[in-house]
């Protein structure tokens, strides 16, 4: 009979996606079924699953942990913010519209029946399921009509652990605070807590341990270490991006405010020989890279405005008369065009507006998204690929005549002349080694990296630390079969 435990934490990003990772390897390698499931999710950096969906990238990471295929099912809700005050919903992989933050909060309850469909579902075919909460039960102020934490939980009869961050200090006000403002019945799903991040001699927090343990009643199932390589795994918040200090060869890399699928600067970031420098507003691009690489974005006019905005247009400018490369995946590849069209407002407001110029290529936001992985070969060197499409509109132009990439059978991307300057809407590229290896040759850099064996022993390193660090015979045992199953 199937059984599940919620991981919920104390506030965004506590590291509860790594550990629901790191135990799905650990009770996998046990000889469970495992399947990770979120029931709510906000991120612009989706995968694409097996069966032609999106996403969050966390499940996909976490479905690789469990040694399981992709599926729509791990993560039912999906927001994509578009604005500051608006997202893109994504309902059990498709796009279901677009809706306003306030309207969101008015009527996400009604989602509650296809998070539990989709939950059951996979109740069907597991041993156990690893459900991750989102942001905090403590935000009572989003407790009407919740889904993502407590609402799920009760909904579904799943028992919880609840995880504070030690790294960002007041680990004891973060979870005792959160006992003291969680309702009654809330309170009663909660069946112990653990310590996340913790950096020096964990004995030191003994005290600290127990303290929580006596003021809230609950069993503490761990404190854990800081992972130190957690970098190392695929990230799926933007906040956890980072530029990553390697070799010679500099890849630079602006931050766009609605940067998208940006899981392409994983495998870079693995390479001894390659920095990777993430550039923030307000900072120019330096002048010393190799590569400029735009990286996809949710919005892309918007973004392409935010990029003037900074002046990187003028830096990114500078670098190509220096003779440097330059990179566009997707909505990078749309705004290196000359122009992109909106007539239908797909991407905020109707009209037209300029790119970059640096590609001779037109690009009108029209036609159905695509969504789907993808098999291709080089055209260069026939280097296999494998990578996913993610995207609204199509691109079209003189420089399409130098596509580099073939996609089951079709030619993708454009060159320009120099073939120093190329865009794509292929995203997950470099994750194929013969051809990161290929592309990479050409800015001096000679690897022999196998990225996804790399990612795949950081996960079970991670197994091994919460192994040594939490007591997951007391976690498993206190896993129940959820309420209807």
């Known amino acids: 009979m199937v059984r599940s435990i919620m991981i919920q934490g104390t506030g965004s990003n506590v590291g509860k996606s790594v550990l629901v990772a790191g135990l799905a390897r650990a009770f996998t390698r046990r000889g469970l079924r495992v399947a990770p499931f979120k029931p709510q999710n906000m991120s612009n950096n989706a995968a694409v699953t097996e069966n032609g969906g999106e996403i969050g990238r966390a499940q996909a990471l976490q479905a690789w942990a469990a040694r399981r295929a992709t599926h729509t099912d791990m993560n039912p809700i999906l927001l994509k913010p578009e604005t500051d005050t608006g997202a893109q919903i994504i309902v059990q992989g498709q796009r279901a519209g677009t809706m306003k933050a306030g309207d969101y909060r008015k009527d996400k309850s009604k989602l509650l029946g296809a998070a539990l469909e989709s939950f059951y579902r996979l109740c069907s ?58 309702d009654v019945s809330d309170l009663e799903m909660i069946r112990g807590f653990a310590v996340n991040r913790f950096k020096g001699d964990v004995s030191l927090f003994d005290e600290g341990r127990d303290d929580i343990a006596a003021r809230t009643g609950w069993p503490c199932l761990g404190v854990v270490p800081w992972f130190h390589d957690a970098w190392k795994l695929p990230a799926e918040d933007m906040m956890d991006i980072r530029s990553h200090a390697g070799g010679a060869c500099k890849v630079v890399v602006p931050q766009l405010e609605r940067m998208a699928n940006f899981d392409d600067l994983d495998p870079l970031s693995a390479e001894p020989g390659v920095s990777v420098e993430i550039v923030p507003a307000g900072h120019a691009l330096p ?23 900074q002046g990187w247009d003028v830096d990114l400018y500078a670098h190509v008369r220096r003779g440097g490369y330059v990179l566009g995946l997707c909505g990078g590849y749309q705004m290196l065009g000359k122009t992109i069209a909106d007539p239908d407002g797909v991407d905020g407001r109707p009209g037209t507006v300029e790119g970059l110029g640096l590609l001779d290529v037109e690009t009108v936001m029209a036609g159905k998204k695509q969504v789907k992985l993808t098999s291709a070969r080089a055209l260069d060197g026939g280097e296999p690929v494998s990578g996913y499409e993610i995207h609204m509109g199509r691109t079209e132009g003189p420089d399409c005549a130098r596509a580099w990439l073939e996609v089951e059978g079709r030619s993708e991307g454009a060159a320009n002349g120099t073939g120093r300057i190329r865009g794509s809407y292929l995203h997950g590229i470099f994750s194929s080694d013969a051809f990161r290896a290929s592309y990479l040759s050409q800015l001096g850099v000679t690897s022999d990296l196998s990225y996804e064996d790399g990612v795949d022993e950081t996960l079970d390193a991670l197994a091994d630390h919460l192994e040594k660090t939490m007591d997951l015979d007391r976690l498993l045992a206190l896993a129940e079969t959820p309420r209807t199953v």
């Not at 002048?287 to 905005?309: Q, W």
């Open 287 to 309: 002048g010393d890279a190799d590569l400029v690489l735009l990286p996809g974005s949710k919005s892309t006019i918007g973004d392409l405005a935010y990029f003037r905005a």
């Open 125 to 182: 075919d597991a041993d156990l399921i690893l459900i991750e909460g989102a942001g905090s039960p403590a935000e009572t102020n989003l407790r009407k009509g919740d889904i993502a934490n407590m609402g799920f939980a009760r909904a579904a009869g799943v028992p919880v652990v609840l995880v504070g961050d030690i790294h960002r200090g007041g680990v004891i006000a973060q979870i005792v605070g959160t006992q003291a403002v969680l």
